[in-house]
């Protein structure tokens, strides 16, 4: 039983996080970006760190490389000389600058698999990150049309607000037109109080008419 509870909690859990993910998918991936530029941004000053010392390196060794020409000449004059003494001081002076030039250039070819390693590590993911960029725009171009489909797609739904508003404008389109229903008010009530009584069985042919009405007036144009 324990197992079974611990196994829904665990999915319910899993659930809950994929939707978390899916709702901040665009923020999620921007953070991921920052993170990544804060990653390559270190990575650059290791590489600057690595380049200076590269280069001090080779500062060195130049400068070490002049002292071992310069007493070398020395060391020559000196054996013409017969001053074997500081010849022989210059020799071993050369040869500990030759055995400290031999160290740095070792140091000095590390730094520089190191430094191409590490420049190209920062080249891809320079060229990574400029796709997730890209990708970013995509995808928050794309989560726009989704939320306007989203919104639409609930405003097409709403079947209520529809109807509603359907049967609102059938009623004001299908009411009475009160000028009309006034004047059939007044023709009832004419016929009620017998007012018009007379003009009807006039028109009928019984008596003559309280009303002149065009054919009266035809008649008497036609008897001058």
Do not use: W
Not at 151 to 177: C, F, P, S, W, Y
Not at 197 to 211: E, N, Y
């Amino acid at each position: 039983m324990f197992s079974t509870l611990k196994t829904l909690v665990t999915g319910a859990n899993a659930r809950a996080t994929e939707q978390l993910r899916d709702v901040y998918s665009i923020e999620l991936i921007e953070q991921k970006i920052r993170e990544a530029q804060e990653g390559l941004r270190a990575a650059k000053y290791t590489l600057a760190g690595l380049i200076q010392r590269a280069r001090s390196e080779d500062r060195q060794i130049a400068a070490l490389e002049n002292r071992v020409t310069d007493l070398l000449a020395r060391a020559t004059e000196a054996m013409d000389a017969g001053r074997e003494d500081m010849a022989q001081e210059a020799a071993q002076a050369i040869a500990d600058m030759e055995n400290e030039i031999a160290l740095r250039r070792e140091t000095s070819s590390r730094l520089e698999t190191r430094i191409l390693r590490l420049r190209a590590s920062v080249e891809t993911a320079n060229r990574r990150i400029i796709d997730l960029k890209q990708g970013a725009i995509a995808a928050k171009a794309v989560r726009r049309e989704q939320d306007m489909q989203s919104r639409l797609g609930r405003t097409l739904h709403q079947d209520n607000a529809m109807d509603e508003a359907d049967a609102l404008i059938k009623g004001v389109m299908g009411r009475d037109d009160p000028l009309e229903q006034s004047e059939i008010l007044a023709e009832i009530d004419t016929g009620l109080s017998h007012e018009n009584l007379g003009d009807r069985m006039a028109a009928a042919g019984f008596g003559p008419s309280s009303k002149t009405t065009a054919s009266d007036v035809l008649s008497r144009l036609k008897t001058k």
